[in-house]
């Protein structure tokens, strides 16, 4: 099925206007959990498309640099649409500047293209590094990306349309992707067992920080939220509540993603379902709209 298709970009756009602050109706936490990715996707998948453009020279196997390309493209465009995300949650009065700033200081100076304070790193293996974070970080979008498709306890809440659409459309785009940063870092990783070490590195690096902004990210979601004023907070209880309703992936699901990761035989080709993807982003409407502009485009 992989070579039936083409990785490229859509050129999707969505409408925001009529979207409510908490678009899983009086799930306040649900929303907001998932709501992280539009605090941490605008300046992570820039920095993984400034990444991938540093690392493509090295790439000599033709379909990988064509596969690496079209990563590329779809990567920039969640970028932006997520970052209209930010700004429909500024229009409701919540505001999310304080925590995006830390964001980007992580992307853009602590992993940037030079190692911070001048540490001692070859360029070659500071590159290497890199892009085995986004190999493990690519790990856990395919998990997510598969679970959101699957997650039919948010259309039984009543969960906002534009907004399952732009989750499940992104959700797809990161399952028929899921492979390219994992094949990337092969390839331009060396060779051997440092090769293997540093891939589990990546992992060892990417699930705690991972985990620890999505934690702060959501308590800060929480805090500044206009609509609680400052009723409520953060809590494992309410999550675990979420994750019963089938509004949240289990514990068990992220965690499982880890040790299969290590595995030396693995391959992200193993995660999630490339079918399920491929049908979705057939009846996205977004995906779908995008589509038809391109084929109108075309024929004028």
């Known amino acids: 099925m992989s070579g039936a298709y083409a990785i490229a970009p859509r050129r999707v756009a969505f409408d925001w206007r009529t979207t409510p602050l908490h678009w899983i109706p009086d799930e306040p936490t649900a929303t907001h959990v998932i709501n992280v990715l539009h605090l941490l996707l605008p300046a992570g998948e820039r920095w993984f498309v400034k990444v991938f453009k540093e690392a493509l020279p090295q790439v000599t196997d033709p379909g990988l640099r064509k596969e690496v390309k079209g990563f590329m493209g779809q990567e920039a465009t969640h970028s932006v649409q997520h970052s209209y995300v930010l700004d429909h949650l500024a229009e409701q009065r919540l505001p999310t500047e304080e925590f995006t700033k830390y964001v980007d ?18 360029a070659q293996e500071w590159l290497r590094f ?24 948010l259309d039984r809440a009543g969960a906002d349309e534009v907004m399952l659409d732009l989750l499940r459309w ?33 992992m060892a690096v990417v699930a705690p920080v991972l985990a620890g902004l999505w934690v702060w990210g959501t308590a800060y979601l929480i805090r500044n939220d206009p609509e609680l004023a400052g009723r409520a907070r953060y809590s494992l209880r309410s999550h675990n509540e979420a994750v019963a309703k089938g509004l949240l992936p289990t514990w068990r699901e992220l965690g499982a993603a880890i040790p299969r990761y290590f595995r030396r035989s693995y391959h992200p080709s193993q995660e999630g379902s490339l079918r399920r993807a491929v049908e979705y982003l057939t009846t996205s409407p977004a995906a779908r709209a995008a589509a038809g502009a391109v084929g109108r485009a075309a024929m004028s």
């Open 170 to 202: 992104h959700g797809a785009e990161e399952v028929e992707h899921r492979s390219v940063a994992f094949d990337m870092y092969q390839h331009c990783g060396g060779t051997g067992a440092a090769r293997y070490a540093r891939r589990i590195e990546g």
């Open 105 to 122: 200081f992580l992307f853009e100076k602590l992993l940037g293209e030079s190692p911070p304070l001048g540490a001692p790193v070859p």
């Open 130 to 153: 890199r892009l085995s974070l986004i190999a493990a970080i690519e790990q856990f979008t395919a998990v997510l990306g598969d679970w959101v498709l699957r997650a039919e306890g």
